[in-house]
């Protein structure tokens, strides 16, 4: 009981953490202009280091190895991605069409969206806490782990349709306030749900 | 022949016998048995209650003793009821197997105990106890009065119901399924479920903070100066009736729902989203009401308002 009731306190100090996270993570403006100028800024950069007239910058000279100097870009576009997305996070009810993070599939080099509860970390608080759930549920009578289950297809259905309207939706930043603080109450929901399965694997249960 | 027949009756008459025998031998081999015992306990000390089926009645009294009544349901072992300096222990041993059928305990306590129950099925009512309750069970209903003293109090598909004294204290309810009802309760309160229908009938509450995912949420009463009331759901309907609409700071948002009010003001669409939120602010604001939905109606409205 002890254990599960720490287990429970570590939960709840992720979704306070989750909860002091930035919520409002549009920027307050287009971002991509400028990063497609400096896509083109990049080139004649590049172009430099074959031609010994373009003064070559420094860091790329002593840094980056020419094999690097792919990955490097990437990486400085998605910092540059990052720092606008954090940048605007005080947003405004400017709409953006800032483009979506993205981050490199493992193994295939492909780039795919990376969705804002998963970039904040919240998937993954969501992930453990309907795990440990399911390993509780054989401590329950077999008609409350029906209920648990039931409810529990409930709050990840409201889970997904949060995050497919925030994936979907080029939306304002206050909207997006609201999805990230429904997002987390149904994070808190769900810790709920953890602790009451944990508080029945009681010594009384047979 | 004959012998052939009265030998298959016999033996078919001992079959029946044994299966009988059989039959017996599986029923419980203890009718429900009465209980009555006490002891002497600490006034203000703790009680730990352990009951799997049945119910539970707990009741405070002015006496410094434990005393218990009510039957022992066919097939229970025994009860074991110990005190220990200032610690009350009392659970029903259930066999590890075979049949057996819940037990009802009405137990008396000093009114000043802390009170801890625990049960599967069975119910649990709390009455006149002035110290700190935790009151849990898996698909047992809760029934608590709360005083001064705070009360946590959860079931998995059961219901909760807790009437206050008008006293502040903190109260935290929770549920997966079940429907959760507070009267009268005042301080401060959290109450959460999945799909339980949430319904609050304040005293003056300092602050409140209530959520489910697609139960219902009902507040109607006080809200303190400096108080906060924070409710959340995705898609139960939520209606709130304030006592008086003077130092107002209401925000009310829906991702998609309708938000109605009596402050004769108009939710707003939020940039190119269906957001729509209200916002009314009265005298000095400092009474915060913070309201959140995903798909469903808000109502809110104050009784000074209101006609």
Same mark, same amino acid.
């Given at each position: ?121 919240? /998937?993954? *608080?969501? @992930?453990?806490?309907?795990?440990? $759930?399911? #390993?509780? %549920?054989?401590?329950? =009578? +077999? ?8 409810? /529990?297809? *409930?709050? @990840?259905?409201?889970?997904?349709? $949060?995050? #497919?309207? %925030?994936?979907?939706? =080029? +939306? ?35 | ?307």
């Amino acid at each position: 009981m002890t254990n599960d009731r720490t287990d429970h306190s570590v939960n709840q100090a992720v979704l306070e953490q989750a909860g002091q996270l930035p919520r409002a993570v549009t920027p307050d403006r287009d971002l991509w202009p400028g990063i497609a100028g400096r896509l083109g800024e990049q080139l004649p950069a590049e172009e430099a280091t074959a031609n010994p007239a373009v003064v070559t910058p420094i860091h790329s000279q002593r840094l980056l190895p020419e094999r690097w100097q792919a990955p490097a870009l990437a990486a400085s576009l998605l910092v540059a991605l990052l720092l606008g997305y954090w940048i605007g996070r005080e947003g405004t009810d400017a709409p953006s069409s800032a483009p979506m993070v993205t981050e490199t599939t493992p193994g295939t080099g492909e780039l795919r969206p990376v969705s804002l509860v998963e970039e904040v970390g919240l /998937l993954e *608080a969501r @992930n453990a806490m309907a795990a440990e $759930i399911e #390993a509780g %549920l054989d401590r329950l =009578p +077999a008609d409350a782990r029906i209920v648990v289950i039931d409810n /529990l297809t *409930a709050i @990840n259905k409201a889970l997904d349709q $949060i995050d #497919a309207v %925030l994936e979907q939706a =080029p +939306a304002t930043g206050l909207d997006r306030q609201l999805l990230i603080s429904m997002y987390t109450d149904q994070l808190a929901r769900l810790s709920s749900v953890q602790a009451l399965v944990m508080n029945s694997n009681q010594e009384i249960l047979l | 022949m004959n012998a052939l027949i009265q030998h298959a009756c016999c033996r078919r008459s001992t079959c029946w016998a044994v299966l009988l025998s059989l039959l017996l031998v599986n029923q419980p081999a203890v009718a429900e048995t009465p209980i009555d015992e006490r002891q002497d306990a600490a006034s203000e000390g703790h009680v730990e209650v352990i009951n799997i089926s049945g119910s539970v009645e707990v009741a405070g009294w002015e006496e410094d003793q434990v005393a218990i009544t009510g039957t022992l349901g066919r097939g229970v072992e025994r009860l074991d009821f110990s005190v220990d300096g200032d610690q009350t222990r009392i659970e029903v041993i259930y066999p590890q197997t075979g049949r057996s059928e819940g037990s009802d305990l009405q137990i008396r306590i000093p009114a000043g105990s802390s009170l801890d129950v625990r049960t599967v099925s069975a119910s649990i009512n709390a009455a006149d106890v002035t110290g700190r309750q935790w009151l849990n069970s898996v698909s047992g209903d809760i029934t608590s009065e709360v005083f001064d003293s705070d009360l946590e109090a959860e079931t998995v598909s059961g219901s909760l119901d807790v009437s206050g004294a008008a006293q502040p204290t903190v109260i935290a309810l929770k549920t997966v399924s079940g429907n959760i009802e507070a009267n009268a309760v005042s301080g401060e309160l959290e109450a959460g479920s999945v799909s339980g229908r949430i319904e609050v009938d304040a005293g003056m509450l300092d602050r409140a903070r209530l959520g489910t995912t697609s139960g219902r949420i009902t507040l109607d009463g006080g809200l303190a100066s400096g108080g906060r009331y924070d409710l959340s759901t995705t898609s139960g309907r939520v209606s709130v009736m304030l006592d008086h609409d003077a130092d107002l700071d209401l925000d009310a948002q829906s991702f998609s729902g309708r938000i109605e009010n009596c402050f004769g003001l108009d939710a707003e669409r939020e940039g190119y989203s269906p957001e729509r939120s209200l916002r009314y602010r009265a005298g000095e604001g400092d009474r915060t009401v913070r309201i959140r939905t995903m798909s469903s109606r808000i109502e809110i409205c104050a009784e000074s308002l209101s006609g």
